[in-house]
């Protein structure tokens, strides 16, 4: 099962970094774009709801199917209302775990994980759940420290 570690939010600052307006190409280079002109704010951008939006470190790797990997940090929003297909963080008798939710019928519900050395998860009238946030944004590094070492 993959666990969390929770983390609050606090936009009560506001870091502006450069941002690159235009996109960045993932195919061939453009020449236009050869200077950043804007900036932005990723507390504006990535948090609508400060006071029902927090971050959560994942531990594990049961939705490593999808990219989501141990370290990465997740953006939760317990104010969105939980639909068939989301990412959610639920707490399921007591523990945080991260699956989609895959709704089968009018009282049924399964945590699906991405990796497929885990089984879905069916919620029963006998479990303790809840959704307790939906994944807005999933921010990842893409380099990764080398193992055994401190150094990238």
């Known amino acids: 099962m993959t666990a969390l570690r929770i983390y609050l939010t ?10 690159a307006d235009a996109g960045i190409r993932a195919g061939f280079p453009s020449p236009a774009q050869d200077y950043i002109s804007e900036s932005i704010d990723l507390n504006r951008e990535l948090i609508e709801h400060p006071a029902s939006t927090f971050y959560a470190r994942v531990v594990g790797d049961s939705m490593s199917g999808e990219g989501i990997t141990e370290g990465d940090i997740l953006v939760v929003d317990k104010s969105v209302e939980p639909e068939h297909g989301d990412l959610a963080v639920c707490c399921l008798d007591g523990e945080f775990t991260l699956k989609r939710l895959r709704f089968t019928g009018p009282d049924r519900l ?31 590094a893409n380099r990764r420290r080398r193992p055994g070492s401190e150094r990238w």
């Open 10 to 19: 606090d936009t009560s600052t506001e870091l502006r970094l450069q941002y």
């Open 110 to 140: 399964s945590l699906m994980p991405s990796n497929p050395r885990y089984r879905p998860i069916e919620i029963t009238p006998e479990c303790s759940f809840s959704v307790w946030g939906v994944v807005l944004y999933t921010i990842k």
